[in-house]
């Protein structure tokens, strides 16, 4: 529940409030957040690029037709990437080129490419501040859902005194925290299962899967965005362990199942996305099977189903379950909801058209709860965590 992890798009435009702009900077790295900075051409006259790089490890960006950093990230990805843009200081020329729409540089198109929201602060001489131009600039802006935090009254750069001057980085800083930190989760404690499962056969040999976990950390991250106390138990997986999460590392279903049930039944939510072996070998040879024989059998038996086990305790927590489905993704998701007997489950479309799935960085999602659904379409797997969080969010505090 915090900006910790956020990717924030700041863009620097160019007035003398561009120096605080730093502080800003700092302010955000300070509390986690992934700070890109985008400096327009003038922004450049008042502050170095160098100075926000030091601050946020990231090359500052200025440039539109940059070859070496579109081949890196392109202006549309970087536009995806974040989830929140801020424009400070914004200047009434920037504003007047937002409101209009334009996109004749790498920040002003990044405005019109990006889904997220767009806080603008604006910062000028009180005299253009306050002239209608600029006034009917600002209530566009205001008119597209873009948030505008200040100007701050007081003395100016050139001597004046009046409405204009950029509020501080602390407050733009707390306005922006504030976005970020709805805690709807506070005191949930919520488990999720991600990654695969390895059901070894003999001391180097195992039977997995394809999944990546990516999914998985996700909801843990989102949920704990949300103020959720988060404890994550993971299949094999590379995957670095989201902010303020508590990570149990599992191979076996059979592990996993112990870790699970040791906790869940104290959890409110149980979030089941691991891709879990249905089958183990029966036994576990104790040495390497060497390669003798012409043919080998092998006999595999059942494993528990965490998810089913969770959802038949006694008063358990709220239970997510997921279907990866290839075809009749809705119908077979809903069947597993009520043959489980599980709260909500988000069905999955696998199948080779479909462009997500396992070791994609995007998904789509159709969520089935008893009498009602809802289609989450494709986007990256974070977004779509923090969209499935808000669903179980309503489903819980209804
Ligand atoms: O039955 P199926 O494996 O398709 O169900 C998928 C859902 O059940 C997923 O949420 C998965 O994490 C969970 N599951 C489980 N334990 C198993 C098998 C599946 O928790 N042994």
């Known amino acids: 529940m915090s900006l910790a992890n956020r990717h924030i798009l700041l863009g ?10 730093a502080e800003l900077a700092r302010l955000l790295v300070k509390a986690g957040a992934r700070v890109q900075v985008v400096m327009t051409r003038s922004a450049g006259e008042f502050i170095g690029a160098m100075t926000f790089q030091a601050i946020t490890g990231k090359e500052t960006r200025s440039d539109l037709f940059d070859s070496a950093h579109e081949a890196a990230m392109g202006h549309i990805e970087l536009a995806r990437w974040a989830d929140l843009v801020i424009i400070a200081p914004a200047t009434a020329n920037f504003i007047a080129l937002m409101a209009r729409g334009s996109a004749n540089d790498l920040l002003s198109t990044l405005c019109l490419a990006t889904a997220a929201p767009v806080v603008v602060a604006p910062a000028m001489n009180r005299q253009m501040w306050s002239d209608p131009a600029t006034q009917a600039n600002i209530e566009t802006l205001q008119e597209h859902g873009r948030l505008i935090l200040g100007p701050a009254a007081g003395e100016q750069a050139c001597g004046d005194v009046g409405p204009g001057r950029m509020l501080e980085p602390a407050d733009i800083f707390d306005a922006v925290n504030g976005m970020f930190t709805s805690g709807a989760l506070a005191g949930v404690r919520a488990l999720v299962t991600a990654g695969p499962t390895r059901e ?3 001391p180097v040999r195992f039977i997995g899967n394809r999944s990546s976990g990516k999914m998985g950390f996700a909801i843990a991250q989102a949920l704990e965005e949300q103020g959720a106390e988060v404890t994550l138990v993971a299949g094999p997986s590379q995957l670095p362990t989201p902010s303020g999460v508590t990570r149990i590392d599992v191979e076996a279903a059979l592990e996993m199942h112990n870790a699970v049930m040791q906790i869940a ?8 996305t691991a891709a879990v072996a249905d089958y183990r070998p029966e036994t576990v040879a104790s040495s390497k099977i060497k390669k003798t024989a012409e043919s080998q059998e092998m006999r595999l038996v059942r494993n528990p189903d965490i998810l089913a086990d969770v959802a038949a305790l006694a008063s358990g927590p709220f239970t997510v379950g997921f279907a990866a489905e290839t075809d009749n993704v809705v119908a077979y998701a809903d069947e597993k909801r009520q043959r489980k007997c599980i709260d909500m489950i988000a069905a999955n479309d696998v199948s080779s058209q479909s462009g997500g799935g ?10 089935l709860w008893e009498g009602g659904q809802q289609e989450l379409p494709m986007t990256g797997k974070l977004r779509l965590a923090r969209q499935l969080v808000e669903l179980i969010s309503q489903k819980i505090h209804a």
């Open 265 to 272: 039944a104290d959890c409110d939510l149980f979030v089941a």
């Open 358 to 367: 396992f070791d994609s960085d995007e998904n789509a999602l159709h969520v």
């Open 12 to 21: 620097v435009t160019g007035g003398i409030a561009a120096y605080k702009a």
């Open 200 to 202: 070894a056969i003999d």
